[in-house]
């Protein structure tokens, strides 16, 4: 499977945009790219999801590079509610079931200070 | 509401006693799937059902059982627990999609094991 690296951490101030990065130099054309996050002492969450184009939904934004070889998620205002670890995963849809599979990584963990 | 529930959410137990924990989600999805949950290791998955009558090992499945005998329930059990089998475990629930489709997945708010 195609991994991603992410920081381990992150900061941020209430009100402030955040960005966080995700590495994946070794996507396949068929890899989808998904965000998930998981707050304190919850199931994780989904955020979003891309393969080639900028993405916005109602919680984040995703900025995907030309060569889809890293990808950021954008919270345009942290809030104390989003502090949570963010997982950056690649999934393959032409793979069958064993491909519904999330593969985590140890994320990044975002700190969100008031 | 849109939602996976899982039950009981947190659970003691001994060595050997054999227990279940459910897993119902109310939105006719095709696909679910447990998780376990360990520090230093992320997210591991253990079964996984594809629909009804059909399910499938994850990367960890040893010494765990599942059924699907309902779209709604996936239950995970566990015949004779063990204190490695200590973790917090997550269901989650997807819609199958075609070819070159994803959708969420939902997971529930997780139970957490402890086998003495």
């Known amino acids: 499977d195609a991994k991603t690296t992410q920081p381990n951490s992150m900061e941020s101030n209430e009100e402030e945009p955040v960005h966080l990065p995700c590495n994946h130099s070794?996507?396949?054309?068929?890899?989808?790219i998904h965000w998930y996050r998981q707050l304190p002492s919850q199931g994780p969450e989904y955020v979003i999801h891309?393969?080639?184009s900028n993405v916005n939904n109602r919680m984040a934004s995703l900025a995907i590079a030309e060569d889809r070889k890293s990808s950021t998620l954008i919270l345009h205002r942290a809030t104390l509610r989003d502090a949570a670890v963010y997982y950056c995963?690649?999934?393959?849809?032409?793979?069958?079931?064993?491909?519904?599979?999330?593969?985590f990584g140890k994320g990044t963990l975002l700190t969100v200070n008031p | 509401e849109a939602q996976v529930t899982q039950n009981p959410r947190y659970l003691i137990t001994v060595t050997g006693k054999k227990l279940t924990v459910t897993c119902s989600q109310n939105m006719n999805h095709e696909y679910m799937s447990w998780y376990r949950q360990d520090p230093g290791l992320g997210l591991r998955q253990i079964y996984y059902s594809m629909n009804v009558e059909v399910t499938d090992k994850g990367d960890v499945p040893e010494g765990y059982k599942v059924s699907r005998k309902e779209k709604r329930n996936f239950p995970l059990i566990l015949e004779s627990p063990s204190p490695n089998q200590t973790s917090l475990y997550f269901c989650?629930?997807?819609?199958?999609?075609?070819?070159?489709?994803?959708?969420?997945?939902?997971f529930g708010p997780g139970t957490r094991l402890t086998v003495t």
């Open positions: 995963i690649l999934r393959d849809l032409n793979s069958g079931g064993s491909n519904y599979k999330l593969t």
């Open positions: 989650a629930s997807s819609e199958v999609a075609g070819q070159g489709v994803t959708y969420e997945q939902y």
């Open positions: 891309g393969l080639t």
């Open positions: 070794t996507i396949s054309g068929t890899d989808y």
